[in-house]
């Protein structure tokens, strides 16, 4: 943690809400009724590394627990951001109404488990006296927001068809008033570094994400290494998908950098407001008929109007320029009407972006 720290690097602790009967911790949390109950049965709501049970975290008295052992083991020394891992909670065996939490069965209240994890560690740090507080969940409800929830799609396949179904995901969670989020980019299971279809997808996919709330590469890559099965994938760095891609998202990480002041403008304007990072083309422009019916580009912010190529083997697309303003593309001159669509040339090392004038 030193060495990262000198390095000018925050470090992210993965948290998963399981506890295992072999934890130091289960019988404590057993006998003092801090763990999500199963009306018949064992207890047991999932097996991943062994049979575990999670924590319930609509409990106010679990919720102090764990961020009790969270600070001796991790805040106090050093860890500031917290990965909150599993927070759907997802079940082994998917029965729902077997499981009964402190405020409900989980058939009424299930879904505000993610919301309470993300209270629990809120107001442990809150009360540490930390002010400036996100933590990276996998799953979000109605109010997350309020405790600094940055959330993230989940382990997604890595396929076209999911690619696109992100970018109506990320514009739903900002207009259901959750701005921070975001994706893993090329998605989490299945993509092979070394597969030229894989790659092409990771570059749009990363092309993409530079344009979202929080940019961030993760997966779990093909093929894992043999007789190691909890091992983490193949290399997911830059440079780890060929020379073809490495200098294309290079050139958008520059990007991602030259945007940073402008994003952190959208982030105090989120905080402040719960204005959305990712717009929808009628946000902005909400007296535009067309800007209602148009899917597949969006806003960045006010300024950027961004058409990510959603398909295989794309190297042209028609982006329509929203009515009330004018546009110039990113990287070039021309000054375009809107009100129109307009066809951009698309080859792989680029997506087309217009910015507002």
């Given at each position: 943690m030193?060495?990262?720290?000198?390095?000018?690097?925050?470090?992210?602790?993965?948290?998963?809400?399981?506890?295992?009967?072999?934890?130091?911790?289960?019988?404590?949390?057993?006998?003092?009724g801090l763990l999500i109950r199963t009306d018949r049965g064992v207890r047991v709501s999932m097996q991943c590394g062994g049979d575990t049970i999670h924590f319930d975290a609509t409990n106010p008295e679990?919720?102090?627990?764990?961020?009790?052992?969270?600070?001796?083991?991790?805040?106090?020394?050093?860890?500031?951001?917290?990965?909150?891992?599993?927070?759907e909670p997802e079940y082994s065996v998917y029965d729902f109404e077997l499981y009964r939490y402190?405020?409900?069965p989980n058939m009424q209240i299930g879904n505000t488990y993610p919301v309470r994890y993300a209270q629990a560690f809120y107001e442990g740090?809150?009360?540490e006296g930390q002010t400036n507080i996100v933590?990276?969940?996998?799953?979000?409800?109605?109010?997350?927001?309020?405790?600094?929830?940055?959330?993230?799609?989940?382990?997604?396949?890595?396929?076209?068809?999911?690619?696109?179904?992100?970018?109506?995901?990320?514009?739903?969670?900002?207009?259901?008033?959750?701005?921070?989020?975001?994706?893993?980019?090329?998605?989490?299971?299945?993509?092979?570094?070394?597969?030229?279809?894989?790659?092409?997808?990771l570059i749009r996919w990363f092309q993409w994400g530079t344009f979202c709330p929080v940019m961030r590469l993760h997966g779990d890559r093909e093929p894992k290494p043999e007789g190691e099965p909890t091992a983490s994938g193949a290399d997911n760095?830059?440079?780890?998908?060929?020379?073809?891609?490495?200098?294309?998202?290079?050139?958008?990480?520059?990007?991602?950098?030259?945007?940073?002041?402008?994003?952190?403008?959208?982030?105090?304007?989120?905080?402040?407001?719960?204005?959305?990072?990712?717009r929808t083309c009628f946000y902005e422009f909400p007296e535009d008929r067309k800007a209602w019916q148009v899917h597949t580009q969006y806003m960045y912010g006010h300024k950027y109007l961004v058409a990510p190529v959603l398909a295989a083997e794309r190297r042209e697309s028609t982006v329509y320029l929203p009515a009330?303003?004018?546009?110039?593309?990113?990287?070039?001159?021309?000054?375009?009407?809107?009100?129109?669509?307009?066809?951009?040339?698309?080859?792989?090392?680029?997506?087309?972006?217009?910015?507002?004038?």
């Open positions: 030193k060495e990262l720290k000198d390095l000018k690097i925050e470090l992210m602790i993965s948290i998963w809400p399981t506890v295992q009967e072999s934890s130091e911790n289960y019988s404590e949390m057993l006998e003092k679990a919720r102090k627990f764990i961020w009790s052992r969270a600070k001796k083991n991790y805040y106090d020394k050093g860890i500031k951001v917290f990965w909150l891992d599993e927070a402190h405020e409900g740090m809150q009360a933590n990276l969940l996998r799953c979000a409800w109605a109010g997350s927001q309020k405790y600094g929830a940055l959330v993230w799609s989940g382990d997604i396949a890595s396929s076209w068809e999911t690619f696109r179904n992100q970018l109506s995901a990320g514009l739903n969670m900002g207009i259901a008033g959750i701005p921070w989020w975001t994706t893993d980019i090329g998605g989490f299971h299945g993509g092979n570094p070394k597969d030229p279809k894989f790659r092409e997808l760095e830059v440079w780890s998908f060929g020379e073809e891609a490495y200098p294309i998202l290079k050139k958008y990480l520059h990007i991602r950098e030259e945007l940073r002041n402008y994003t952190r403008e959208l982030m105090k304007e989120a905080h402040e407001k719960g204005s959305p990072v990712m009330g303003a004018k546009w110039k593309p990113w990287d070039g001159d021309e000054i375009y009407d809107g009100g129109n669509g307009v066809e951009v040339k698309c080859p792989i090392d680029y997506m087309p972006v217009f910015v507002r004038q």
